[in-house]
């Protein structure tokens, strides 16, 4: 969806009107203490506004309604949709919770309205006790009713991690607990893109990206095939996923390997797998996941699987073999908090409900007990000659095509070069023929190349 086709604030704007009419008319009920027992007639004739535009929140809204069962009552849309309503208002329109601020203010419902201050904030947050106080008041039934229905974990705006409640101290009712919304469906919601979490010692992943389409990437028919099957399942598994024989059968998350030598395309594989789907990749940083203290690895983990839940993303452990390499015999208290580690690490992969990719120099490094669980191993082997002749024609095009054509073969024959060394001979012959304004890649110069490429290799020329 392009953002300029999002009109972004139109429904949350009537949204809000619909909430302030059901404040107001909630507000009565806090003039004097008198019962207050609200009905399920009071939600039924609150009925919120119909949603047209082609915006993320309308999108949110009609997946909520898809999502409703038979028997479910007819008041539900109206506790959701205020529930949604109310935490977006913290962020757009905090001025609708002025009537609660005087009240507040005046000692008046302290304990009926819920709510909270924040350090330095003099207005008003919204808690689930205000949610509550909106739609059932006195009515312990229908209390129990909605609570049972929205702030259960089952309930999408809950499992989906649109919506949770601040913890509060061990003797406080959780539902005193500020309405939060998330980092992600802030962006989504009031911003209309995706939200992409900036790298840092918390969340040690970085969102990667290719200008590249699958055409640039030359890899063996084997290896095309297996990477096809990935995107077929990005494309299928919500579809999948919502047949309920399929969801019986199989878990709702995909493992893939990557194995090769490094430089034969396993990161640029996993960067058009995202750009393919439209969906965000994050590489994992490995030398800040690892940790030598005892459980901060696990805790380091422990944050991306927990950010990442629930979420459309794609996550890639580049060099995963130091990580999720093979258990070793239990000989030290080190060795034992290292296989700790590693179930730990199958754990949350097993149960991770999107698309994990693992790069490994060698399949034989991996622990079996990983290797039994991917759904696809896909090797990326040191590209053939045919596929190097592919590479170097590709690179080597116009002004820095190669004079000796001869010699350009000898080299394709001769050795064996992965795709990003390819590159980096390309680099220094553009950068070379440029400098010395030669017209194209001369002889001395496209030698040179190669040689230095070898060389970093310890390759015998």
């Known amino acids: 969806m392009k953002e300029e086709e999002l009109p972004l604030f139109a429904t949350i704007e009537t949204d809000i009107h619909w909430a302030k009419e ?35 929140y309308s999108q949110l809204i009609t997946s909520l309604s898809d999502a409703h069962k038979v028997d479910d009552p007819a008041w539900l849309p109206v506790a959701e949709r205020l529930l949604l309503t109310l935490t977006l208002a913290s962020h757009v329109c905090p001025t609708l919770f002025e009537p609660f601020s005087y009240f507040q203010a005046q000692g008046i419902g302290i304990n009926r309205v819920g709510g909270v ?79 992409i979490p900036a790298f840092s010692q918390s969340f040690p992943a970085q969102c990667i990206d290719t200008e590249e389409s699958w055409d640039d990437l030359v890899v063996g028919s084997q290896t095309r095939f297996a990477l096809e099957e990935i995107n077929i399942w990005l494309k299928e598994k919500k579809q999948m996923m919502d047949d ?35 969906v965000p990749v994050f590489r994992i940083d490995l030398s800040l996941v690892v940790s030598k203290y005892i459980g901060e690895t696990e805790k380091n983990l422990a944050a991306i699987f927990d950010k990442a839940e629930n979420r459309n993303w794609v996550l890639f452990f580049d060099e995963a073999d130091a990580l999720f390499g093979k258990r070793t015999q239990t000989s030290s208290a080190n060795d034992r908090y290292a296989n700790q580690e590693v179930s730990y690490l199958l754990q949350r992969v097993e149960n991770f409900n999107g698309l994990v990719i ?46 000796n054509t001869e010699l350009l073969d000898k080299v394709v024959k001769k050795y064996e070069l992965t795709g990003a060394e390819i590159n980096n001979i390309f680099r220094y012959c553009a950068m070379m023929t440029l400098h010395y304004g030669h017209e194209k890649v001369t002889e001395e110069i496209f030698t040179d190349g190669v040689i230095k490429e070898l060389r970093k290799k310890g390759k015998a020329i």
């Open 22 to 56: 059901i404040i107001a008319q909630r507000c009565e009920s806090l003039n004097g203490y008198q019962e207050d027992k609200v009905t399920e007639d009071f939600l039924l004739n609150n009925y919120p506004p119909e949603v047209a535009e082609t915006t993320y």
């Open 117 to 195: 201050k924040s350090n330095g904030l003099l207005g008003f947050i919204p808690t689930g006790e205000t949610v509550l106080f909106l739609l059932a008041g006195e009515n312990v039934t229908l209390r129990q009713q909605i609570i049972r229905k929205i702030f259960d974990n089952t309930h999408p705006l809950m499992r989906m991690g649109v919506i949770s409640l601040h913890e509060v101290t061990h003797n406080l009712s959780r539902f005193h607990g500020a309405l939060i919304l998330s980092d992600e469906y802030y962006s989504l919601l009031v911003e209309g893109r995706p939200f």
């Open 244 to 278: 309920d024989h399929v969801n019986r059968k199989i878990k709702k998350g995909y493992k893939a390997l990557f194995y090769g030598p490094s430089g034969t395309g396993k990161t640029m594989a996993a960067s058009l797998i995202g750009k393919e789907a439209d």
């Open 358 to 403: 693992l790069s490994s120099n060698l399949k034989a490094n991996m622990d079996s007990a990983f290797t039994r669980r991917f759904q696809t191993m896909i090797k990326f082997p040191v590209p053939s000659e045919v596929l190097r002749k592919e590479l170097f024609n590709r690179a080597f095009q116009g002004r820095y095509t190669i004079v």
